[in-house]
């Protein structure tokens, strides 16, 4: 894997019709958008490629599920958990998974689906959710998970 990816979408975009001649000052400012996500896309390409297997199986496998969200920002890639309404009402949060985490939490997501990543984000932060997302299901996942151990 490497940024074929990238430079293979922008190249098949500069050749369609999308780019007259002739432009306008809002065809620009869309040039502009497009050329920042064929660069955030690449950069976030290679950076996958140079995980580790399992940390880019993880990854992938919970991108697929659409269980954490991934995005290049200032400091480059990031990996979250959306933790909305988590550690209250109406709170707009998230926590950012390290890459030596995503096998874990990845354990966390196939096992106790959302429950897993509220223990996982509790574990990691140690914070306590919302009195609604205490259920037995939570707390079996953050018993389990506390004490994962990755498989050699």
Same mark, same amino acid.
């Given at each position: $894997?490497?940024? %074929?990816?990238? @430079?293979?979408?922008?190249?098949?975009?500069?050749?369609?019709?999308?780019?007259?001649? +002739?432009?306008?000052?809002?065809?620009?400012?869309?040039? /502009?958008?497009?050329?920042?996500?064929?660069?955030?896309?690449?950069? $976030? %390409?290679?950076? =996958?490629?140079? #995980?580790?297997?399992?940390?880019?199986?993880? #990854?992938?496998? #919970?991108? *697929?599920?659409?269980? %954490?969200?991934l995005?290049?920002g200032?400091?480059?890639?990031?990996?979250?958990v959306?933790?909305?309404?988590? !550690?209250?009402? /109406?709170?707009?949060?998230?926590?950012?998974?390290?890459?030596? *985490?995503?096998p874990?939490? @990845?354990?966390? !997501?196939?096992?106790?689906? +959302?429950?897993? @990543?509220?223990? !996982?984000?509790? #574990?990691?932060? +140690?914070?306590?959710? =919302? *009195?609604?997302?205490?259920?037995?299901?939570?707390?079996?996942?953050?018993?389990? =998970?506390?004490?994962?151990? *990755?498989?050699?």
């Amino acid at each position: $894997m490497n940024n %074929i990816y990238g @430079l293979t979408l922008k190249s098949a975009l500069y050749s369609t019709e999308l780019f007259p001649s +002739g432009r306008t000052e809002w065809q620009d400012g869309w040039n /502009a958008c497009y050329e920042d996500i064929c660069l955030r896309t690449q950069c $976030m %390409i290679k950076w =996958i490629a140079n #995980l580790s297997e399992k940390n880019r199986k993880a #990854l992938l496998e #919970l991108l *697929e599920e659409r269980a %954490i969200n991934l995005e290049y920002g200032d400091s480059g890639v990031e990996v979250y958990v959306n933790m909305n309404d988590t !550690w209250g009402y /109406a709170c707009a949060d998230s926590e950012e998974v390290p890459v030596d *985490e995503l096998p874990k939490v @990845l354990y966390a !997501w196939k096992n106790y689906e +959302g429950d897993g @990543l509220t223990a !996982w984000a509790a #574990l990691k932060t +140690g914070y306590k959710p =919302i *009195e609604p997302l205490l259920t037995d299901k939570y707390y079996e996942a953050h018993t389990k =998970i506390a004490a994962y151990k *990755e498989p050699e």
